[in-house]
């Protein structure tokens, strides 16, 4: 493997490692019990990728079960000698033929495990768990984190296993934080899993879902499909929301950011064994080691009362007058040279009385109400929608170099008047352009 490939398997490795923190997860769930307190009622719930001794959604949701009126809930972990932030330390096990499982020098299984009837020595860092969640078995009277019932899984625990994907089909709701490396590949494997509405089909009608849907109060806008797929609640980084697989189910309105994170940077909790070098890490009075991840979001379909709370903007004229930003106020919007819209370099800059498709920035997402706007495309994929493609131009940078590039098509174009100094512009012939970052391609929604 090259250098460069083998940090960026590093990197994604150590990304695939770090747990979510309880009040973040409680945090998050009570948003949607505030907007609907029977959004889990009767539910099966499945946390995959996930780990109660390790991790804190089992634990929330066993907690809260009967507060959630959880029909069930079903949790599985992935091996700890499958996990690739380990193998760099992993030894081999069995009789060291090629492919034999490894397991990480450190690993030791908890006292919790061990002390179980199924502890199997054999099994314990090369085979999933699964944790199951579904009636009183010490009859205490309440089902809690104390009646979860677990074995080893046939496999490690992968997601896209034969034996997972049977559980994604019996689950009504998907929730964890997958690994980041994975997560486009996580959320089509939600996607694709049957949707417990398509195998009643028989009983309910998909006239009859949209009419139920519409009644919690008539909140999906513009959806092709009103069959609600599979739901959903993963935590994912924003980077994912421009890409060609997840950008188009934002634009139908088939996913939408949660409710509770939309800036900043998350704590999150890691192995002792991750190397603390990026700012920003804590290790608390018991020895627990933590970091700050940046771009971090909960994305889903599960309804929250705050995506449908309007931005409130001003018009493009007081825009113009007052606008804290410097580079609107008294110098208004420019439109772009490869397609016919106007670029709004700020979500809370946005013109609320201007008909036409503006670009707005990525960020717009986080305060997206789709009874308030329509999302019509994005400038890095385009979809097709450029209305112009440039020959090759002269790509000047900050310091003036000058190199050939094609890169102009692959983003929203402004034409500017006179060079740059100090920041990249491009040059065909006598025309000089500026690239803008991504942008979403919106349109306001009037009612008629
Ligand atoms: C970002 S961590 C989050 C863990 C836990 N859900 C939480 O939030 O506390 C992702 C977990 O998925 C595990 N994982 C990595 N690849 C996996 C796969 N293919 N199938 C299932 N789990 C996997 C990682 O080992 C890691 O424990």
Redesign the pocket.
Known sequence: MSKNKTLSAAKSAK??????QYADIQKEINAYLDYDPDTFMGKTVL?????PE????TRFFAENFERLGLKKLIS???AAA????FNAETQRLGDGRAGAPRTPSWYQPTLFEQESPQFDEKKTAVR?KIFVLDHDTNANGRIDLDDLEWKYLEG?????SEE?CKLRDEADVIV???????FREFLAWILEGESLTQRRGEAESAEGVLAAKNAKGAKSVGRDDPIAPKQFLI?GNMNATTTKDVFPLFMRNDLWMGESIHSGDRE??VPKEYPLDAAGWRVDENGNHFIRVKGVRWFTNLEHGRRHQPLELMSMEDNIRYSKHKDLRGVGYRHYDNFDALDVPYTDAIPADYDGMMGVPVSFLDRYCPEQFEIVGITKTWFGAATKTYPEQVQVDANGTRKAVTKLNDGAVLKIDEPLHGATYYEIGDDKFIQTYPRILIRARRSK
């Open positions: 990304n695939d490692e770090f747990y979510t946390l995959p990728c996930d780990d390790w991790s804190k959604f599985t972990s992935y499958s996990k690739k932030f999933g490690d625990g992968d997601f896209r997972v964890t934080n997958p690994p980041f490396s994975l935590i999150f909790g």
